[in-house]
Nanobody, 121 residues
Framework: VQLQASGGGLAQAGGSLRLSCAAS????????MGWFRQAPGKERDFIAA??????????NYADSLKGRFTISRDNAKNTVYLQMNSLKSEDTAVYYC?????????????WGQGTLVTVSS
């Protein structure tokens, strides 16, 4: 699986951005897809993930980002999205998408190259 993230750029505080992550390869619908970010000088942090379970997709989020960020996916386009609203300067980071086959695994198997989001105050 190859992942290509896009949609980053410069945004003003209070604004919105939508990131996309296009996946190549088969069985995209079976993969748990996640978004992470890494701010300058900090560790990479989990943002959100969307997984298949018992007939439906479920999303989970970092507590601090619930309500502002929304993860979604379009399996027909092999793409996962991250809608980011009410952006803050502290959202400035490189954003990564990732994929894993085993939903219960703590390790993601595939990573995209990252897309930079800069939020100006």
């Amino acid at each position: 699986v190859q992942l290509q993230a896009s949609g980053g750029g410069l945004a003003q505080a209070g604004g919105s951005l939508r990131l996309s992550c296009a996946a190549s390869g088969r069985s995209f619908s079976a993969y748990t897809m996640g978004w992470f970010r890494q701010a300058p000088g900090k560790e990479r942090d989990f943002i959100a993930a969307i997984r298949w379970n018992a007939g439906a997709y479920y999303a989970n989020y970092a507590d601090s980002l619930k309500g502002r960020f929304t993860i979604s996916r379009d399996n027909a386009k092999n793409t996962v999205y991250l809608q980011m609203n009410s952006l803050k300067s502290e959202d400035t980071a490189v954003y990564y998408c990732a994929a894993k086959y085993a939903a219960t695994s703590s390790t993601y198997d595939y990573w995209g190259q990252g897309t930079l989001v800069t939020v100006s105050s």
